[in-house]
């Protein structure tokens, strides 16, 4: 598996790996914002053409001491596109797993920086 988001499995037997590339580069177009994961995300997805998912789940975060926590990123074909945990916006390490609910591109929620968390 590869590195954070460890497996987060959308459909039966669908498993994505976080790309960390990716979701430095989408992070920067959109200036995402810390502990803004659901804005961060729709604002994302408008930029992953139609193949972009966005998604809505919980993930495992603190190696040392792991909680789960509510949150959103995107999925596009086998990648994880998470802005939220890049260099560009935190010094926190990707989650180390997660599970969500994904919908498609045009049943995102509106990138509207003041309407989301």
């Known amino acids: 598996m590869g590195e ?5 499995v959308t459909e039966p037997g ?35 053409g139609d193949r972009g998912r966005y998604v809505e789940g919980w993930v495992v ?7 789960v926590i509510e949150h959103g ?18 010094h926190l390490e990707p989650p180390l797993g997660s599970a969500g609910a994904a919908r498609e591109r045009r049943r995102a929620p509106r990138g509207r920086r003041r309407a989301l968390p």
């Open 4 to 8: 954070g988001h460890a497996a987060m």
């Open 14 to 48: 669908d498993e994505a790996v976080f790309n960390r590339e990716m979701s430095n580069d989408i992070a920067r177009q959109i200036r995402a914002k810390f502990r803004r994961c659901w804005t961060n995300a729709a604002c994302s997805v408008a930029l992953l």
């Open 61 to 67: 975060v603190n190696r040392a001491l792991p909680v």
């Open 73 to 90: 990123w995107c999925e596009l074909d086998k990648n994880i596109i998470d802005p939220t945990y890049t260099p560009y916006v935190s």
